[in-house]
């Protein structure tokens, strides 16, 4: 092979694996993951979601509750069939409860 050639070659190589790449990054998409509010309980009770994910609540049941995470989200009151989303931006676990019934918990794990 030639120094043309090659240097030919190398510039192919390379913008093909900028197209890959390219490519690889915009495959990953963020989720939309559901939430029931029913019968005084949340459900799922627990969530593990990545950075980018938005969980969304909606109340099932007759009476008003609310979604609450301590310093970090907080929905307004929702009533039947009500809904609620927050995205996730940051990694962690965000404890929520509703803040009229505190017996009610969950937990989001964001990866």
Known sequence: MTLASLRSFGIRLAT???IVLQLGATSTHAQEVKV???NFTFNPPELK???GDTVTWTNRD???HLVVSA???RSKALDTDNSFSFT???AGDYPYFCSLHPHMTGMIKVE
């Open 16 to 18: 093909a694996a900028a």
């Open 36 to 38: 029931t509010i029913d």
């Open 49 to 51: 979601v990545k950075v």
């Open 62 to 64: 007759d009476i008003p």
């Open 71 to 73: 310093g970090k989200f």
């Open 88 to 90: 996730f931006a940051s």
